[in-house]
Nanobody
Framework: QVQLVESGGGLVQPGGSLRLSCVVS????????VGWYRQAPGKQRELVAR???????NYADSVKGRFTISRDHAKNSVYLQMNSLKPEDTAVYYC??????????WGQGTQVTVSS
């Protein structure tokens, strides 16, 4: 079983920054993709950013230019640097990994609230 533990969420003012972290219980070399999703109240969960095993990234249009996904293989960790945050970024953010058999694993989520 794979375990993912997120941290770094919180309350931030519009225009501020946060950095989310996700520690994975297994080497992230073993996964096809690692990434972040989010779910706002009353909305479906959506992809925020994802990075493949060969380093290709893709981002939701709404976060391009503001968010950056990165990973550290030595620490089995995935990060999401979020800058220029907007109230519409408010959501629960989930770390996700997908293995090469297309099995998905999720973290418990971390709340991000952008409000003045």
């Amino acid at each position: 079983q794979v375990q993912l533990v997120e941290s770094g969420g919180g309350l931030v003012q519009p225009g501020g920054s946060l950095r989310l972290s996700c520690v994975v219980s297994r080497s992230i070399f073993s996964f096809n993709t690692v990434g972040w999703y989010r779910q706002a109240p009353g909305k479906q969960r959506e992809l925020v950013a994802r990075i493949s095993s060969i380093g290709m990234t893709n981002y939701a249009d709404s976060v391009k230019g503001r968010f950056t996904i990165s990973r550290d293989h030595a620490k089995n960790s995935v990060y999401l640097q979020m800058n220029s945050l907007k109230p519409e970024d408010t959501a629960v953010y989930y770390c996700n990994v997908a293995d090469f058999a297309a099995d998905l694993y999720w973290g418990q989520g971390t709340q991000v609230t952008v409000s003045s």
